[in-house]
Every structure is written in structure tokens, then in C-alpha cells.
């Protein structure tokens, strides 16, 4: 079961040829990177597995770990519907094993984030048991998402969500479960969502909740050239959910076509500067209202590698922070996701990788 695409915009695949034409030399190359957010999936235009990542992760940077978040990927295609899902679990765990006995650097999936219907309300305990006993070890966290727009009734590139999930009982009462269970939600939304997210994690404060993508800002259809204006609501309704002490906040999703990219259609890819330039505005605001203990870069590949390739925005993500405090800096690229998705990179652990 691949990712269900809609509306008349579609993820770019990336193109190594292109993306081969700007080369960088690694900023900062020692500092341990945890990146908090990428996929593996086989959609038909734009295939991602295991072996696509390990380049990636051989590019430079020093990765360390991997968050691996549902992309409808390796669903079980029998069995209770409401189960099928823990087949990507599964899978991903299966790809952390294979990534370990291959030696690759990076802990890959150390945590994994899947779906479960939270509409199923209390009942959802029973799928989210059979995520845990899949893959015990690094199983933590659900996302379903609530993305729609009024803009975009047939969505914008995934099936839009009904309207108001985020306030519906039963919806809550599946939060609810998550939180019992003691994992996080990824919550994936668009920029006009926010203050729903807000109304939800104020209602329920035990519950750790991780916004995706900065919130993700369209910036296509009516919002093309309103840029400013987005980004002044988008900044107003972060404000109020930084004052939610239970939210942090993933940096990235900025190649996303739904948010305005289009580097892909220059002759040539952009450079980190150029990139850290055009992100400076959003990440710095992010990390001045939550603070870089509630913030965590990510990668988005492979949706972002349409735009730019995996050493060139982790050197954008270092330009932005050339400015920062050790401290801050080792939050912001490994710190908060190792917290939050509970991932253990301690000397001893890292030792024992491609045993």
C-alpha cells in the first residue's frame, strides 16, 4: 500500500544527476547528527529504501541515528484492517537490523513513528500494542494525519483529513491513549491548522506532542506570492503553541512542493547558503519562541532530495546556526530528538553498531 496521492500536485523524484552538479565541502563534518525525520517507501516515481538512505548518510555529515515516520510503507495486505499498518513497524524494524549487520554509521530507525487510526478512540491500545510488540526497542511514537485546507478540498498532494479531527472525542480520546502508552504524536498538519494543534495539546498536557515540518506553510494555490502574509499569521499561531510546554518542533520540510518549492526546476540545485538564507527567518523564529530544547532539524528525504541533496541541508541547517551556543547546536541536531524519541547514542551504544 503506497501513500495515498491526490490533488494536482505530486512529490517531484529526486534526480541524482542534478543534484550531482553542486558539491560542498561538510561544515562542522565531527558533530553527531540525530536526523529526526525521514521515510522509507517504494512509491512508483520516487523509491527509497535502505540502500538510498546509507548513501545519503555516507555523504559527510556524522549521523548518528535515524527517526524513521510512517509512509504507508510494507502494510501488512491481510489481516483485521486496523492492523495492517503495524506491517511498516515491522518492516522498519527489519531495516534497522539489516542497517546494523551491514555497518552502516547510522543507527537507522533507532526510533520509528507509525500510524494507527486514533479515531478508533480507547480502542486504538490494541494497535498500538501491536506496534510495541514489533519492534520493542525502538517503536515510539504515532502520527495520523489531520492535513486539509478549505483551498484544497480533493488535497493538496496527500487525501485530505476530515475537518476538525483534532477537536473530535474520539480523536482525543485516541491522544489520550498515546499519552497512557507514554509515546509521542507527530502531528501533521498545514500552517492554517495550528491553532487546532494548540486547542489539543492544552487539552491534553501528559501528551508529548512533535509538529512536523515547522507546520508546514503552504505556499501554492491562493497563498503563491502572499508569502509575507502567511508568514505573519504562521508566526502568530506559533506563539500560542510554544506557550504549550509539551510541543517541540521539527525543523525542516522546507523542499516540500506544497510549501512553494521550486528549486527543482532551475537548471542547477541550490547551495547551503542560499538555502540558509531563504530558512533563516522560519528556524529562527522557531528556536526563539521554543527554544532549541523543543527544537530538532530533520531531514524530510525523500521528499526534500527533490530540491537539494542530504549533505547540502544539513550544511544549511549548520550556516543558520553558525551563531548558536555548543549547547544549543547539540540540542538542535541531536539533543531534543534523542529526549523526545528516547534514542540511546551513548559511547557504549554507538560502539556496538555493525556487531
Given at each position: ?7 494536482r500536485?505530486r ?19 565531527s ?6 525525520h525521514?521515510h522509507?517507501?517504494?512509491e ?6 535502505l ?5 545519503d ?12 515516520v ?8 491481510e ?13 522498519l ?19 520509528i513513528?507509525?500510524f494507527?487510526?486514533?479515531?478508533m ?8 500494542e ?13 502520527r495520523?494525519?489531520?492535513s486539509?485546507?478549505p ?6 498532494v ?10 473530535e ?16 504524536y ?10 487546532e ?15 512536523d ?13 502572499k508569502?509575507?502574509?502567511s ?5 502568530r499561531?506559533?506563539q500560542?503553541l ?14 516540500m ?31 526563539e ?7 530538532m532539524?530533520?531531514s524530510?528525504?525523500p ?5 537539494y ?7 544549511a ?16 541536531f ?6 523526545i524519541?528516547?534514542i540511546d ?11
Amino acid at each position: 500500500m503506497g501513500l495515498e496521492i491526490t490533488g494536482r500536485y505530486r512529490y517531484p523524484p529526486p534526480r541524482n544527476d542534478w543534484l550531482a552538479q553542486h558539491t560542498e565541502e561538510i561544515i562542522d563534518p565531527s558533530r553527531p547528527i540525530i536526523d529526526s525525520h525521514h521515510h522509507i517507501w517504494t512509491e512508483s516515481q520516487n523509491q527509497y529504501l535502505l540502500d538510498d538512505f546509507a548513501d545519503d548518510v555516507n555523504s559527510g555529515h556524522n549521523l548518528v541515528a535515524s527517526v524513521a515516520v510512517q509512509a504507508h510503507y510494507g502494510y501488512r495486505t491481510e489481516g483485521p484492517e486496523a492492523l495492517r499498518c503495524v506491517g511498516e513497524t515491522e518492516e522498519l524494524a527489519a531495516i534497522r537490523i539489516a542497517a546494523r549487520s551491514r555497518g552502516i554509521a547510522a543507527d537507522t530507525g533507532a526510533a520509528i513513528v507509525a500510524f494507527a487510526d486514533l479515531m478508533m478512540a480507547d480502542r486504538v491500545a490494541s494497535v498500538i500494542e501491536a506496534h510495541i510488540a514489533a519492534a520493542p526497542a525502538s517503536f515510539r511514537g504515532i502520527r495520523h494525519s489531520v492535513s486539509r485546507d478549505p483551498h484544497f478540498p480533493e488535497g493538496i498532494v496527500l487525501r485530505p483529513a476530515p475537518a476538525g479531527m483534532l477537536a473530535e472525542d474520539r480523536y482525543r480520546a485516541g491522544l489520550a491513549t498515546v499519552a497512557g502508552f507514554g509515546l509521542t504524536y507527530d502531528a501533521m498538519l498545514y500552517h492554517r491548522q495550528i491553532p487546532e494543534l494548540t486547542a489539543a495539546a492544552n487539552a491534553l498536557p501528559e501528551l508529548q506532542v512533535v509538529l512536523d515540518h515547522i507546520g508546514c506553510i503552504i505556499g501554492v494555490g491562493p497563498y503563491e506570492g502572499k508569502e509575507s502574509d502567511s508568514f505573519q499569521y504562521w508566526r502568530r499561531a506559533m506563539q500560542d503553541l510554544a506557550q504549550c510546554p509539551n510541543v517541540s518542533v521539527k525543523l525542516g520540510g522546507f523542499g516540500m512542493i506544497i510549501c512553494g518549492a521550486k528549486w527543482h526546476e532551475r537548471p542547477r540545485p541550490p547551495g547551503s547558503d542560499e538555502l540558509a538564507q531563504a530558512w533563516r527567518p522560519y528556524i529562527e523564529n522557531c528556536i526563539e519562541l521554543f527554544g532549541a530544547d523543543r527544537c530538532m532539524f530533520e531531514s524530510n528525504f525523500p521528499v526534500d532530495k527533490a530540491m537539494y541533496s542530504y549533505a547540502v541541508v544539513w550544511n544549511a541547517f549548520k550556516r543558520v546556526t553558525l551563531g548558536a551556543s555548543e549547547a544549543e547546536k547539540d540540542s538542535l541536531f541531536r539533543g531534543t530528538a534523542a529526549r523526545i524519541y528516547r534514542i540511546d547514542i551513548s559511547p557504549s551504544s554507538l560502539s556496538t553498531k555493525g556487531t
